[in-house]
């Protein structure tokens, strides 16, 4: 569906409110367990909390807690039995409370759901979303603020997802749970409580996983990002306008499948490249961005893609992860090395 | 209300019923044993005779290149035999590595059924249509997939029980307890069978546990835990169905643990006069499970000719076969590779697929 | 030899000496009471009222923004301090992250425990020197540290003890199962002590297990497994000194269970009316450790003012002391943050630390 | 120590014999065995067996179960368990028996091991070597062939390592253990029983962690790869020859830390570069090694580096693993589209 066709069909949409990325995400569950029987929504503390950031609430009170249920405190234990349940015909919606509580369930996650449709040459497909708040900006204790992306992306059978916006946490995850394959849904923390009008989109107007999108054109260089780090660069090219720079901003939206031609096609456009992310950046997602933007745009680039990312230490500790976070001003500094002067 | 009525203060169950007996149950040669249905016995001895012949022919065709590696249940044929078949055509069963027999005695086809072993793809049976999930190599993670199942099975109101099974070096990883766990508390149509066959590759069992039995780690979880002689295949199989009735009939989850031995090699690679004595192996042959059988059925007149030649022809039928099919090259397709990954694969994977046809059609030119 | 002298055969553990008496343990208000240590009474009351009020001061403290997050342990000070107080010197406490009242208890400067809590860094004490390990978040991750630990000291030939803490939540995680199992089969010189308050978070104890209680899980390893009023401070203390001792001398692990109640929200950003009834909590209040002391001691003729005031007095020290330090911005360079990722940090790291300082100059010029 | 100085301390060492990799790494652990009374080997069957590839033969009869330990089957255990020996002060060596099955101790791994030192302000640090087993080419049956570098290389605090030559694995894994932070330690499978005349290294002759090393010197083009990838490269060099390329060979040793300057100064050299290793492309080890050679010689550059790898799919059964490999053809393919004629 073009940008154009679904503006159109936006104009006939309900009538648009101001709401959270948290409400989207709520209203995407809510709207996918009416939909079909065979959703279930599994996890810690999703009942009758309605989980730590309230993605659940009401949900058990409205569906039962038979499709929404507070299961004992065992990750691999909630990933395993989401396995057998998916097995059986049922599509398990799983959440892990915070990215690193995920690690637990690595095993299942990479033996099991991401291989499963190949182990049994497709008689078995495995229709999981796994929905993992993760990376960091919200004052979070250790543990609390991973950005754990580059694990999954790396392994073979899983999609990965990232919202960026209200209408993508609504969109995305209600295409995540219609998928036939697992997808590992990575919903930013601190935007949970980011805000835009909008009212839910119809069916028709989901997109599918797997498709980037220019939030910004721009001629001078091109900022390639997703998830927590878009608002960040949206600011960055706002700013740069002081500097005369005129940057386009791509929200790849999911990491696997990887959107190679938008990417591409914007970064021909402009021949300079600064991939941002908060993960640690040795072998974090931008490497492999990097190099697949240098691989097919070779003869196009000005300079090296460059990268913005958060340092290759453990997370910090509340009061310094300002230092580490990338923000406007160390993206406009590597805007800024893209070696104008001709390298 | 006082804390005496708060749940934290005492949780409700009551230990005692949960407890194995812990002398293992045992039927044959004992007088229980004269109520056995002999249809049953004849079966079961069927089944032995050709599971023990299927074990022998499959560590032969790893001689011969034909398997990569076979993981032998030769000793443990009574469990792999009585967990098949107490269960029924609903019913799931969640095999480990080493369970072809068990797989193969639901009514898998057996050169399906070794399709991970051979080496030409992971899985060679479709789990849904058999209703046996594939073979699981890392330890104890089948064992949520089998709560996982039967919990959906009874949220979707349909009659299914799910039998899993385990080794004692499984109960040692973390994804057994939250197993049984969930399937306590979620009182899921599941039983678990763990088969202690005294080691896990080289390492005894008192370096796996401290525990009384493995059946007594039931009561932890709140469900109850059964021992039973795992050479002994009326008395698994009837602690198993059992169990599987009881998952039925809507009281949860079992633990059964089976005593037996593994006779071979853990398998064909391996080397067990390392790290265990002959002596013990020999103590064990002189418990096996068809001998046992064999000795029952004689003692009530139930062994005669035809019931040896039967079983005899149907094991040699079934390694004849087995070796005239394991014998021919399996039809292989490198394409494959792409086509499972994904329901649709992804741009980069086109791509890939691209590259390999190029290679293959060069591969072919030259 | 026959199967039967086989160790799969039958474990040798009997298991009846395992099981917990299924009634929780109490001596508070008991006739056994009576044999009490004036002494020890007298110093758990300073502890548990001072563990009390620096519960309220640090909970006051999250709302000033001086500390990032607080789980408060009100309601469960008995475990707390009689945690810390069963060690001996060399002995090391596994802190889950609801425990630095046992950490403080233990000695631990006040400010340092809460480091991780604050945010200024993850830990702010040093492990070694206080035989404390950092307050872990990953639930039960601790335990197997703890084993380890424990193992190593005994293998050392040190006489030290490890006491983990975990809460009933954490009891489903797979990372509690394998620790119980090391610490059995290495007869592991480590205690651990689940503290049952009935919620992980918002799940209650029912949707968390199935078991008549935790400590029934102890003859599933082959340890043994006691039960304890939590709130009955001087019944913790002996239960985990009996132990500890235990573990000293050569005995193996113990698991104890103590049940108890948080009586405050999960933390200080919970809400807990989502998930538990008033009454329930008004119930724990009537059984709340500090007044179960305070009966005893006054049936004892122990609690006189002098006694209460100096109880109060040291605690409102500790709270007016922990205020003023904590409203001091601590002092922290962001330089920091490349320190310790490595003993020598990598050419990369050195890159990102001069990009950090560069940056900071910058800011510092601006 | 430089190449010289090493080449000279060699003419005073022991007669060389002919040595597998499995001999080596079993010399090494023996070697440290009885250098440090806190070394202590554990893992599953390490003990009367010797490990399923017989690396620990003989440890325990010489050293005792005590230093060398058969486990309870759990790796996340394993793993715990050696921090706790690592905090008291012990140097554990702890085995995995394949690298799916360290998968279940990847909480451990991430949470702790890496975070310790860092966690505590340096008054923790947790001298533990993981080793791993890993990579396929063994006609191992699923999860035995994974070769999971990517997911370690990327958490900050851990150092990863593999060996490609008999010589290295002995060196590498001493150094592993006398390290004072916590090593991966990645075993290629395949190379186990692959021959050199070696004699263990004098204490002197063991290089640190983190130098690359040339394995090849060439003018045309480099080829930048690490552990079982190793041979093929170099079985790629000879073959290009025929094609009139004289190609370069980097042996990483150790992609954390990992020796920039080494590589770079390689592909300055030659201007083109091609990046191997078997692991699935697609986010692994060699997208930040070729993102970061394009930042360090862009201007040098002819050509996009481009990468060798396993495909995108999970690893394959036996009979098909060829396919799968990145081998000689495959390699020299992409050396042939480094746009020899201009782009
Ligand atoms: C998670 C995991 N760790 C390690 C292994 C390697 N491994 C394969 S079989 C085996 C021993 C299994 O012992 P047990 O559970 O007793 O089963 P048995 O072989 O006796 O049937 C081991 C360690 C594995 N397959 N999975
Ligand atoms: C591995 C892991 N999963 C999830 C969490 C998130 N979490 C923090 S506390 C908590 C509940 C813990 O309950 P319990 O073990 O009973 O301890 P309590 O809070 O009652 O002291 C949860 C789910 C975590 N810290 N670690
Ligand atoms: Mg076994
Ligand atoms: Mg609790």
Redesign the pocket.
């Known amino acids: 569906m073009t940008t154009a066709t679904r503006a159109a069909d936006r104009t006939q949409a309900p009538a648009r409110k101001p709401a959270t990325m948290a409400q989207a995400l709520n209203q995407a569950l809510r709207d996918s367990l009416s939909a079909d029987p065979a959703v279930h929504v599994l996890g810690?503390?999703v009942g009758a909390l309605g989980g730590v950031f309230r993605i659940t609430d009401g949900l058990a009170r409205e569906f039962g807690e038979e499709r929404c249920t507070d299961t004992p405190?065992a990750?691999a234990g909630i990933l395993g039995t989401a396995v057998g349940m998916a097995m059986y015909g049922l599509r398990p919606v799983v959440e892990m409370?915070?990215d690193a509580?995920a690690y637990?369930s690595f095993e299942q996650l990479v033996s099991h759901v991401a291989r499963m449709r190949n182990r049994t040459r497709g008689a078995l497909p495995l229709p999981i979303t796994i929905r993992i708040p993760y990376g960091g900006g919200i004052g979070g204790v250790e543990?609390h603020s991973d950005s754990s992306e580059a694990y999954y992306a790396h392994t073979p059978g899983l999609h990965v997802v990232t919202p960026a916006t209200v209408a993508d946490a609504y969109g995305l995850l209600r295409a995540a749970i219609a998928s036939n394959d697992p997808v590992v849904f990575l919903e930013p923390k601190r935007l949970y409580w980011s805000k835009a009008d909008w009212s839910p989109q119809a069916p028709s107007e989901v997109e599918p996983i797997g498709r980037a999108v220019i939030r910004r054109a721009g001629r001078t260089a091109t900022l390639v990002t997703y998830g927590p780090s878009l608002p960040v660069c949206l600011e960055a090219a706002e700013a740069a306008k002081e500097e005369g720079w005129d940057l386009g901003v791509v929200d790849l939206r999911s990491l696997v499948p990887f959107d190679e031609e938008t990417v591409a096609a914007a970064v021909r456009g402009t021949g300079r490249a600064v991939v941002v992310h908060e993960s640690a950046g040795f072998g974090g997602a931008g490497a492999e961005i990097a190099a697949r933007i240098t691989e097919r745009c070779f003869h196009y680039l000005e300079a090296p893609v460059l990268r913005v990312a958060g340092f290759d230490i453990p997370y910090p500790p509340p009061m310094l992860e300002r230092h580490h976070l990338p923000g406007v001003d160390r993206i406009l500094d590597a805007v800024g090395r893209l070696q104008w002067e001709e390298g | 209300m006082t804390v005496l009525d708060t749940p934290a203060w005492r949780h409700r169950t009551d230990a005692a019923p949960l407890l194995p007996d812990p002398e293992p149950y045992r039927l044959l040669g004992t007088p229980d044993a004269a109520r056995l249905d002999p249809a049953l016995l004849r079966a079961l001895y069927g089944q032995l005779v050709r599971g023990r012949r299927f074990n022998q022919q499959a560590t032969a065709l790893t001689k011969q290149g034909r398997l990569a590696v076979y993981p032998s249940s030769t000793g443990q044929e009574a469990c792999e035999v009585a967990a098949a078949l107490s269960l029924q055509p609903q019913d799931w069963l969640f095999p480990s590595y080493r369970d072809t027999l068990a797989v193969i005695a639901r009514g898998v086809d057996p050169v399906a059924a070794l399709t991970l072993l051979r080496g030409d793809w992971h899985t060679g049976y479709d789990p849904r249509a058999e209703r046996v999930a594939p073979l699981s190599t890392p330890l104890a993670t089948q064992l949520p997939h089998a709560v996982g199942l039967a919990h959906a099975a009874r949220l979707s109101g349909d009659d299914v029980v799910a039998l899993a099974l385990v080794g004692d070096g499984g109960t040692s990883e973390g994804d057994f307890h939250e197993a049984l766990n969930f399937a306590a508390v979620w009182r899921a149509p599941v039983v678990f069978l763990v088969q202690n066959n005294g080691f896990a590759i080289s390492v005894p069992l008192a370096k796996q546990t401290a525990a009384p039995t493995f059946a007594h780690k039931a009561v932890g979880y709140g469900m109850p835990g059964r021992l039973v002689d795992g050479n002994d295949v009326a008395a698994v199989h009837e602690v198993l169905t059992e169990a599987v009735d009881r998952a039925r009939g809507g009281a949860g989850p079992t633990l059964v643990e089976a005593v037996t031995y593994r006779i071979d090699a853990h398998t064909n690679a391996d080397d067990a006069t390392r790290y265990r004595d002959d002596s013990e192996v020999a103590a064990w042959r002189e418990h096996d499970p068809i001998t046992l059988l064999e000795r029952e059925l004689t003692d009530r007149g139930l062994l005669d000719d035809a019931l040896r030649r039967s079983a005899a022809d149907e094991a040699e039928t079934t390694a004849a076969a087995l070796r005239a099919r394991m014998n021919a090259d399996p039809a292989l397709d490198p394409m494959e590779l792409f086509a499972h990954v994904y329901a649709e694969p992804t741009q980069q994977l086109r791509q890939q697929e691209a590259q390999l046809r190029a290679e293959l059609e060069a591969e072919q030119q030259s």
Chains 1, 4 share one sequence.
């Open positions: 810690e503390d405190l990750e409370q915070f509580f637990p543990h």
